[in-house]
């Protein structure tokens, strides 16, 4: 039975949601035009901003469990936008249960991000413009999931990138940090694009981007219209994402302060994909071949992330290849459909929580190790940084799903999902993810026994390995417990029925194997993977690469998808602006110039008739005379005809 979709207009408390994106907007302008007079305090304003967005948030969340379940929403149109012909669009907020976990995600897990950085920039002489820069990206962030329409959406997507590029490129000092900034800003403009024509083609075929007319409007489409949108709103969510084949922006991004890291992989950019399939669940839940496709996206990815990850030796390259990977699983799960969307939700909040741990605690590890990242170079470290040992040994067990923490609960049901998709492709998804399982908990326990015990092999210039002062650990220990609840909380705490009113009603098919077994195989796959990886590397490893197989030269190598899109579509882009720029120089450009030409020394050489004699002038009218009088006589004598 078809669903008409309706969203209330916002009364009381929740008449106030436009204040969730203007405290950290207002916070962003007044540290990025206040100038060094808010250097000793620009910091702390900064994170109570993002921690007053959390409370009102909190306060709008609890408004909104008090509506019944059919009226859980809250729309606020706060003024026309455009209004042009046929198109109308409000610059408008929706708080609904989607968008209002997602608020809670952001700002809860910004919250701890920034009291964090406060420590972790105190020296940095730019910290007051980083904290605006944070706030600008918390507040396009609240933007995007707050829109009532894709305009709106797309207004925050686009601030997201734009804050992504400034913060990546933050120390632009670096040459790697100015590159990464820059591959990450275009390779998000690919994806951006797609968004954009897949929002034109909707005002086009629907006559409006309001999430309610457009989806009570989609099964009026035809399947081919549905699936090309389709397409191109996932294009945009791939390279939001950092999903193939848009993937390769995301680990160079680790150039940035990890604050910054934690920031887009846990909470916020990285999970704007997620949110805009989610959010359009009923295009794509309209076409079982675009389902496939999605499905198909994260399968690729999650296992080509776990692959990648096991063979990097830089401790926040093998967290960024691990959300790569982890963000798939999401993907698998939207893509399922029905209630494996709600699946995905789960396990993107409760990564949100054990990926900002270990984010966090790699730059822990970084702050008392002299900037090192080389977890070849670490080891033994368990002795000096008991919180950051024991907060990041929670985030290691959640993430291989080991019960009862959270990834046991998130991330295994999306598993059983994969293996009840109802045709086929329930073994090739199913297993796909079973072995990602086994080979997360191999790489993420390389990088904890490398990092945290075994020999000490630390370099000459690290005398003195230490724990991080309290303004960096008390967030870790904080994360640390929403990294072991969260998944059981969100599991059992009636979160799928919460979003049903987004997500709609799922269909039931008969699994392939039974729950329990699934169930069983992921925990037997993720301890088998650990132990491979304890036994190898529990002595260390050694300092410098070695001679490795194909499999592991091909995984330093990024599967040679670099090579791959620079053969592909960097090297014959730049031959073909080259020859464009040689076409416009020569060609076009050449014929206006030599029209320009041509006519100047036309004129010019007319110029020298034009002597100012008078005899010169006399004898070019006896000249003329003469033609004209010889023109009549020759007529006259028959001469011409």
């Not at 979709?5 to 204040?19: D, K, M, P, Q, R």
């Not at 900037?371 to 985030?395: A, H, N």
């Not at 026994?449 to 991080?468: A, C, M, N, Q, W």
């Not at 050489?605 to 006896?622: K, P």
Request: net charge neutral; glycine share 12%.
């Amino acid at each position: 039975m078809e669903q008409t979709v309706e969203y209330a207009h916002a009364t009381g408390a929740l008449s106030g949601i436009w204040l969730l994106v203007a405290i950290p907007l207002a916070s962003a302008a007044i540290l990025l035009l206040s100038g060094k007079r808010a250097d000793k305090w620009g910091h702390w304003l900064g994170v109570f901003a993002v921690a007053a967005s959390f409370v009102l948030g909190l306060i709008f969340f609890f408004s909104l469990r008090g509506l019944d379940a059919g009226a859980r929403s809250a729309q606020q149109s706060l003024w026309d936008f455009i209004t042009v012909g046929g198109l109308h669009v409000d610059f408008g907020l929706l708080f609904d249960p989607l968008s209002g976990v997602f608020v809670l995600l952001i700002t809860g897990v910004g919250s701890l991000i920034h009291l964090y950085a406060v420590g972790y920039m105190q020296h940095d002489p730019g910290r007051r413009k980083f904290f605006g820069y944070f706030n600008l990206f918390v507040a396009a962030m609240l933007l995007l999931v707050l829109g009532n329409n894709y305009v709106m959406l797309y207004f925050g997507w686009e601030g997201v990138g734009l804050a992504s590029y400034l913060l990546i490129s933050f120390w632009y000092n670096r040459p790697s940090a100015a590159t990464a900034g820059k591959k990450a800003f275009l390779m998000n403009r690919v994806g951006d694009a797609g968004l954009a024509v897949g929002i034109f083609l909707m005002f086009a075929t629907l006559g409006s981007t309001q999430y309610s007319d457009v989806f009570n409007g989609v099964s009026s489409l035809s399947s081919t219209t549905v699936l090309i949108m389709g397409i191109l709103l996932l294009l945009g969510a791939a390279g939001k994402s950092g999903q193939f084949p848009l993937q390769a922006w995301l680990p160079d991004a680790m150039e940035g302060p990890t604050p910054v890291s934690a920031l887009i992989h846990a909470a916020t950019m990285v999970t704007a994909g997620v949110y805009l399939i989610a959010r359009s669940n009923a295009i794509f839940s309209a076409n079982h071949t675009l389902q496939l496709i999605v499905v198909s996206v994260g399968a690729v990815t999650l296992l080509m992330g776990c692959i990648i990850g096991a063979a990097k030796d830089d401790i926040k390259r093998v967290l960024a290849w691990s959300t790569v990977s982890q963000i798939g699983y999401m993907f698998l799960g939207v893509g399922l459909g029905g209630g494996a969307y709600a699946l995905a939700i789960i396990h993107l909040l409760a990564h949100g929580f054990f990926k900002a741990n270990m984010f966090l605690g790699a730059g822990s590890v970084m702050h008392g190790m002299h900037d090192q990242v080389d977890i070849r170079r670490f080891g033994g470290l368990r002795k000096y940084m008991k919180w950051t040992w024991l907060t990041f040994m929670m985030g290691w067990l959640a993430i291989i799903g080991i019960p009862p923490l959270s990834g046991f609960f998130s991330k295994d049901p999306i598993i059983e999902a994969a293996f009840e998709r109802g045709d086929w492709t329930s073994w090739l998804f199913g297993w796909a993810a079973l072995i990602g399982a086994g080979l997360t908990a191999f790489y993420m326990t390389r990088l904890f026994v490398l990092t945290f015990h075994g020999p000490e092999r630390y370099t000459d210039d690290i005398k003195h390995p230490h724990e991080s002062p309290p303004v960096m650990y008390i967030p870790l220990v904080l994360l640390a417990i929403g990294s072991i609840v969260a998944g059981g909380l969100l599991h059992y705490g009636g979160f799928q029925d919460w979003l049903r009113p987004v997500t709609g009603e799922g269909v039931e098919h008969d699994p392939v194997m039974a729950a329990w077994l699934i169930s069983t195989l992921g925990v037997v796959f993720a301890v088998v993977g650990a132990l491979i990886a304890i036994a190898l590397f529990r002595k260390g490893t050694a300092l410098e690469p070695q001679p490795a197989g194909a499999v592991v030269t091909a995984a330093r190598k990024n599967l040679y998808t670099d090579a791959f899109n620079e053969g592909v579509f960097e090297r014959p882009g730049i031959y073909l602006t080259r020859a464009l720029v040689y076409l416009d120089n020569k060609g076009i450009d050449g014929l206006v110039n030599g029209v320009a030409a041509g006519v100047g020394g036309s004129s010019g050489r007319l110029r020298r008739l034009q002597t100012g004699f008078v005899r010169s002038y006399a004898l070019s009218m006896l000249t003329g005379a003469v033609i004209v009088v010889g023109a009549f006589l020759a007529i006259q004598l028959g001469w011409i005809q």
